[in-house]
């Protein structure tokens, strides 16, 4: 509903003067194959001396770079 859409947007700094994301909305298909509409927030902020992640999979980026103690 509108009222979440909007609290999701601003708990991802999506519109303003300085938005780091931008919600899109779109169809999604589920694996039964049963097609759904969906949203999608792609960030649009500064990306400074960001990597590029082969293959798109963060999480071995992720635990890489967790501090071991």
Known sequence: DA???RALDAYEECGGPAPRFERVEGIARRADG???AAAAYLY??????G???AGGDYAP???ARRPTF
Not at 44 to 49: A, E, L, N, T, Y
């Open 3 to 5: 009222a979440r859409l």
């Open 34 to 36: 049963v097609e759904v």
């Open 44 to 49: 649009v902020g500064p990306i400074g001396d």
């Open 51 to 53: 990597v590029v992640i």
């Open 61 to 63: 980026v992720a635990r």
